[in-house]
C-alpha cells in the first residue's frame, strides 16, 4: 500500500517517507525526495541558521558537552576505539595508506575495523557519507 505526497502529487511506497512519531501513519506527510528538496532551498535561503549553529556548537557548555559523550563513548566501547587509534596511528606512522571508499571518494575516508581485535587485519574504507548513510540504515533497521 503506497502513501499520497502532497509536494509532488505522486504516490509512493511507504518507505519513501521518512518516520515520525507523531504522525497517525508513522511517517513524513511529504516524501523523502520532496523532503531534501525544501530542506536544501531552507539553507540556500536561510545562510545565517547555519552560522547561529556553528557559533551555539562552539559555546563553552557545548563544547563540554560534547567531550563528555566522546568519553562516554570510548568508556562503552574501548575495543572501537583502541581498533580506530590503532588505524589512525598507523596511518600517521606511514605504515597504511588510505584507501578509497566504494563509491569512489578519495578524499574524508576513513578506516573502519571490520573486527576491532585485529584492526589491522580487515579495513573497511568509508567516505564520511556513505559511513553516515550505512549509520544511518543501521539504526532504523
Known amino acids: ?8 502529487g505522486e504516490t509512493k511506497a511507504r518507505t519513501s517517507f521518512y518516520k515520525h512519531p507523531h504522525k497517525s ?6 516524501c523523502k525526495e520532496c523532503h531534501k528538496t525544501a530542506m536544501k ?4 535561503e536561510n545562510p545565517d541558521v547555519q552560522e547561529r549553529d556553528r557559533a551555539r556548537a562552539k559555546q563553552p ?6 567531550k563528555a559523550l566522546v568519553a562516554r563513548w570510548r568508556e562503552v566501547n ?8 590503532a588505524i589512525n596511528n ?3 606512522d606511514g605504515k597504511l595508506k588510505r584507501g578509497v571508499c566504494a563509491c569512489g571518494a578519495k578524499e574524508n575516508v576513513f578506516g573502519i575495523a571490520v573486527d576491532p581485535k585485529q584492526p589491522l587485519r580487515k579495513i573497511k574504507w568509508e567516505c564520511a557519507r ?8 543501521r539504526e532504523v533497521a
Open 1 to 8: 500500500m503506497g502513501k499520497f505526497c502532497p509536494a509532488c
Open 90 to 92: 598507523a596511518i600517521r
Open 25 to 30: 501513519d508513522g511517517l513524513q506527510g511529504i
Open 78 to 85: 574501548p575495543d572501537l576505539y583502541l581498533a580506530q587509534n
Open 130 to 137: 556513505c559511513y553516515h548513510r550505512s549509520r544511518f540504515e
Open 41 to 44: 532551498r531552507n539553507r540556500r
Open 61 to 66: 557548555h557545548r563544547r563540554a558537552m560534547a
